[in-house]
């Protein structure tokens, strides 16, 4: 599905609430938002297979950051895309079309109507990861 910078930034926006490093926030959105297979750490994790996470992990994962994805998945991620290896694999399976409806109704993006909007009034948007490293 393609977003415009107003829903990406959105999306954006709640990983910087939870201080998600980006890389984390790269996969999880290239998983919510394209449908894209997460690989076998990120699919433990949205499965909530702890030790299959941990086996997989890579060597440089931190308990810190991986706590803040844990905080930002029960806070914002949609219930359709994690809990189960089941879920995930439905999420995967689904067309962008009811993917974007499952991220508009969990406020993660704008509907069409408003992101095209907001586009037309040349609204500014700002990425926060671009914003905190300026």
Do not use: C
């Amino acid at each position: 599905m393609k977003l415009s910078d107003h829903s990406r930034n959105r999306l954006l926006h709640t990983f910087s609430l939870w201080d998600v490093e980006q890389e984390h926030s790269q996969h999880v959105s290239d998983y919510l938002v394209n449908g894209w297979p997460p690989g076998s750490f990120y699919t433990a994790v949205f499965a909530n297979d702890f030790v299959s996470a941990m086996v997989s992990s890579h060597p440089g994962n931190r308990i810190d950051p991986l706590q803040n994805l844990a905080g930002w998945m029960l806070n914002h991620m949609p219930v359709q895309a994690r809990g189960s290896y089941d879920a995930v694999g439905t999420w995967l399976r689904m067309s962008p079309e009811d993917r974007r409806m499952v991220l508009e109704q969990a406020d993660l993006i704008y509907d069409t109507k408003t992101e095209m909007w907001l586009v037309l009034k040349n609204e500014h948007t700002t990425n926060p990861y671009e914003r905190a490293v300026a």
